[in-house]
């Protein structure tokens, strides 16, 4: 069963806004972290954003003030709001849940950010 589901990703232009959107299983949406991850051609995977079930949130300094990490834990849906996009922040933006000695990832939607 896919337990963690993206969407969102899409083109836009540098400068630009997109909101990403990560569908979860109702009990992968009680453990205690989500976080979004982004992998770009030839890099490693890196965090972007997190939040804690409490709605604690920490950022990469990259994005830190341009995106916004959310919950919505009635709809069990975790959201990334990306504003003022740079060619920088091209790559797969991938959900991530933690908790019970468990992890669980999403199979990424892709940004694009055009100069």
């Known amino acids: 069963q896919v337990q963690l589901v993206e969407s969102g990703g899409g083109l836009v232009q540098a400068g630009g806004s997109l909101r990403l959107s990560c569908a979860a299983s109702?009990?992968?949406?009680?453990?205690?972290?989500m976080g979004w991850y982004r992998q770009a051609p030839g890099k490693q995977r890196e965090l972007v954003a997190d939040?804690?079930?409490?709605?604690?949130?920490s950022y990469a300094d990259s994005v830190k003030g341009r995106f916004t990490i959310s919950r919505d834990n009635a709809k069990n849906m975790v959201y990334l709001q990306l504003n003022s996009l740079k060619p920088e922040d091209t790559a797969v933006y991938y959900c991530?849940?933690?908790?019970?000695?468990?992890?669980?990832w999403g199979q990424g939607t892709q940004v694009t950010v055009s100069s």
């Open positions: 109702e009990t992968i949406f009680r453990w205690n972290y």
């Open positions: 991530n849940a933690k908790g019970y000695g468990l992890q669980a």
């Open positions: 939040i804690t079930s409490a709605g604690s949130t």
